[in-house]
């Protein structure tokens, strides 16, 4: 994807961009380069995409998270097939979630306490959408 603001914007609070803008953004350039796909073969892609966007945002490792998709051939051919063009996704979605954290800690909330107020609030925009187990 690409943004007229940088990932240096969102974390100083520049550019007023959240989670769920850069979902809504994904999710429209995954369906673009899918095509015509059943939603939900759209509703798989988006979120082995997205998963592997949050997983290698939060510092894990990209074999790690191909070992985490165990048996499902379809979902590792996928992250492999994408996973060199997503570093500028991935990049932006650090800053998102650095800049939650950082909003928190300045509020008051020690770092640990942001840390896991930013996972929370993770999970409840993704829900039960999230394809691989250890995304989020």
Not at 27 to 39: P, W
Not at 76 to 101: F, T
Request: hydrophobic content about 45%; proline content about 2%.
């Amino acid at each position: 994807m690409e943004w007229d603001f940088t990932p240096e914007d969102v974390i100083k609070g520049q550019a007023a961009y959240g989670l769920e803008n850069f979902r809504s953004d994904l999710a429209n350039e995954v369906r673009m380069n899918l095509g015509g796909t059943l939603d939900e073969e759209f509703r798989r892609a988006f979120a082995v995409i997205y998963d592997l966007c949050y997983w290698l945002a939060t510092g894990r490792d990209f074999e790690s998270f191909l070992a985490g998709l165990g048996e499902a051939p379809e979902a590792i051919r996928l992250a492999k097939s994408v996973h060199e063009y997503m570093d500028s996704n991935v990049e932006m979605l650090g800053a998102i979630l650095q800049r939650m954290i950082m909003q928190r800690v300045e509020s008051g909330m020690p770092l640990e306490r942001a840390i896991q107020g930013v996972a929370a609030h993770h999970a409840s925009v993704v829900g039960q959408e999230h394809f691989h187990d250890g995304g989020s």
